[in-house]
């Protein structure tokens, strides 16, 4: 099925392709939503609050991008939204647990089965420094950045989903890196002393 007839069926308020739309978009949307909130929960429930946006203002969508870039482009507010209403919400709580389970993931796959408890802590820690210096970034290096390194979307396709052109995307993700480098090696120097 065709992009148009995928609008024109959301348009026309159609169950069965509404159905379709959410299923094969879903892991993208929550996909988009864990590089900001960095916990699938919040994401699950952001996804859930993206796919309804869609639904009701379909008829907004003009046509001048994809519409895998309007979805990214709401998913991105709806997910910076949420930061915005819950900064002081228990994000430590959730991110803790995101990392755990991604740190138990990547251990295993290194060492297999054989726990070595120094390897996993260092490397949670690493994750946490890294997740705080992302999340320590201006708003827009951040949102590029995430798209770039977590979504693996082109900077064409971030210009679009931010309304930027492709030398302000590239400008971005530079300044992005190169405050990520300061941060990061500040960290690692005063950590090697």
Same mark, same amino acid.
């Given at each position: 099925?065709?992009?148009? =007839? ?8 159609? =169950? ?36 309804? #946006? ?49 740190? =138990?993931? !990547? ?14 802590? #260092? ?27 977590? #979504?693996? !979307? ?40």
């Amino acid at each position: 099925m065709g992009e148009a =007839e995928i609008i024109d069926g959301l348009i026309k308020r159609n =169950e069965k392709i509404f159905r379709d739309f959410v299923d094969q978009y879903h892991q993208m949307v929550v996909n988009t939503c864990i590089g900001f909130v960095h916990s699938v929960e919040d994401a699950e429930d952001i996804a859930q609050e993206v796919f309804i #946006e869609v639904y009701r203002s379909i008829q907004k969508f003009r046509g001048s991008s994809k519409l895998s870039t309007w979805l990214y482009r709401i998913a991105v507010n709806r997910s910076l939204n949420f930061l915005r209403d819950n900064r002081k919400h228990s994000w430590f709580r959730s991110f803790d647990e995101e990392i755990k389970t991604k740190i =138990e993931k !990547l251990h295993q796959t290194i060492t297999g089965n054989n726990d070595n408890p120094e390897f996993i802590l #260092e490397n949670k820690q690493r994750s946490i420094v890294l997740h705080e210096a992302i999340n320590s970034l201006p708003e827009n290096q951040r949102v590029v950045f995430i798209l770039n390194k977590y #979504e693996d !979307l082109g900077n064409k396709e971030i210009a679009e989903v931010m309304n930027l052109s492709v030398s302000a995307v590239e400008s971005l993700i530079h300044r992005a890196k190169k405050n990520l480098q300061k941060k990061l090696y500040h960290y690692y120097k005063n950590k090697c002393i």
